[in-house]
């Protein structure tokens, strides 16, 4: 095989490795050597060696004349790229009757040598080159499988590194651009007055402060004759005036004469203590049937009078939520609790008459124990008991001066507040669905203060 040396051959070998063009380097009968070989139609980096069980044509062009230091061009076949599907190669169709070197013929019908200038490709002219001669005509267009191939192709025909000549600077490419001058440029443009305030260091507000300070808007839609009591204000700015006792019984006796009936307003006050209740208790996080083993317990504390039958009335309808509830009462014979007893009985929650039994509880504690009268009772053993506990205590519709001896967190009032003391807690108001005429009828200018809301919170108003 040393007789080979020398010329430039075309060889075609399986699918997977291509066709190689270049001059024999060195053959035996298991290897040829190329040297300046081309791949596929680009050049290689470095001499190709070509096992013989894997050529499946080969084509000798002709033989170099001159030496290696001479050498500016060389004699190849035309070579195209290979395209899915295709099984010859550019030489081969140019020239079919060609006989391989494995027949024993010599270089006859060798096919017409083309000279070329060998530089390095530029990876922009490699791949315009490959696109060039990969453009599929309209009857190839319509084959399916075509695109497949061509797409492969164009991805995998060819390495890129071969059209990279030397790495991106970067550290030169980031210092043509100089930040600190444009910076500095941008600040020179600033006047003044930007300059200053840029100085200035800026004030820092909590998430409850307001940026721009302002006084709320308070105005007023609720009069009462003779207002010689406090005032209050809803978070809406409405001003709520506080009422005398006597003005507060008259609208008693009024609502009782047109049908408004205490049995009415106890249902309305107890709905009233549960919103709030079940508010005080965590809402639907905690009372939620899937949260059956922290389900809360309530204490409620009643008098033996209509504060009292309030405070059972709540209970009972706690207990229709699900709430455990417990009710202790000073007399379980008052006649204006039995019937609202009788109901909460049904609800097979605990009644208790001594205060012994009562069990420790966290949760809540709501207490109905006195009236609104200038001396209230006092129970220096419930007293204790409640004091003992650590739950808050929510008064249902208390005295003015508060509960002796205990001091609830909350306190819920019916239609317009009493002058109440902070012996109360924080105060809320409930609307029990007076008509407007009833506040006529006493001397009072009313414009309902409740909204969508059934109960409001009252703050004291600020003189």
């Not at 001058?181 to 409850?208: G, S």
């Not at 006529?440 to 203060?449: A, M, R």
Request: one cysteine or more; aromatic letters at 6%; hydrophobic letters at 35%.
């Amino acid at each position: 095989m040393a007789q080979w040396v020398g010329y430039m051959v075309s060889i075609k070998c399986t699918d997977d490795l291509g066709a190689y063009q270049g001059e024999i380097l060195s053959a035996t009968s298991s290897i040829i050597t190329l040297t300046k070989a081309f791949c596929n139609g680009f050049p290689c980096p470095a001499n190709v060696d070509i096992r013989a069980d894997s050529i499946v044509d080969l084509k000798l062009i002709d033989k170099q004349k001159h030496t290696l230091e001479e050498r500016s061009t060389i004699t190849i076949a035309k070579p195209i790229a290979k395209r899915a599907g295709r099984t010859h190669s550019g030489s081969e169709s140019l020239n079919t009757t060609s006989k391989s070197l494995g027949n024993g013929t010599g270089p006859h019908n060798r096919s017409k040598p083309i000279d070329i200038d060998i530089k390095p490709l530029s990876l922009n002219d490699s791949l315009n080159n490959s696109f060039k001669n990969n453009t599929p005509n309209k009857k190839e267009k319509s084959n399916k499988k075509w695109i497949k191939g061509w797409k492969d192709e164009e991805c995998f025909g060819s390495s890129m590194e071969q059209g990279i000549s030397k790495d991106f600077d970067f550290e030169k490419n980031l210092a043509l651009f100089n930040k600190q001058a444009i910076w500095d440029e941008l600040n020179a443009q600033k006047p003044d007055v930007v300059k200053h305030t840029d100085n200035k260091k800026p004030t820092k507000y909590r998430h409850d402060e307001n940026v721009i300070a302002t006084i709320p808007t308070s105005y007023r839609q609720i009069t009462v004759p003779k207002q010689d009591f406090c005032e209050y204000v809803t978070d809406d700015g409405l001003i709520i005036p506080s009422i005398s006792r006597p003005l507060r019984k008259k609208l008693w006796e009024v609502a009782e004469r047109v049908g408004l009936t205490w049995e009415k307003r106890i249902d309305l006050i107890g709905r009233a203590a549960t919103e709030i209740s079940m508010q005080l208790l965590g809402g639907g996080h905690r009372l939620n049937p899937h949260n059956t083993h922290q389900w809360p317990k309530v204490v409620v504390l009643c008098g033996p009078h209509k504060q009292g039958a309030a405070g059972v009335n709540t209970a009972r309808q706690l207990a229709s939520h699900g709430v455990q509830t417990v009710v202790y009462t000073t007399s379980m014979d008052a006649p204006i609790l039995k019937k609202e007893l009788a109901l909460y009985m049904l609800t097979k929650n605990r009644l208790l008459s001594n205060i012994n039994d009562l069990p420790n509880v966290s949760d809540l504690i709501i207490i109905a124990l006195c009236e609104d009268t200038d001396n209230p009772k006092h129970y220096p053993a419930i007293t204790e008991w409640a004091n003992k506990n650590k739950a808050p205590i929510l008064a249902v519709d208390p005295p003015s001066v508060g509960t002796p001896g205990i001091t609830p967190k909350f306190s819920l009032l019916p239609v317009l507040p009493l002058p109440h003391t902070s012996n109360n807690g924080k105060l809320y108001l409930c609307n029990l669905g007076f008509p407007v005429d009833i506040f006529n009828e006493v001397g009072i200018k009313y414009k309902s203060p409740f909204g969508p809301k059934f109960v409001i919170p009252l703050h004291p108003k600020d003189e």
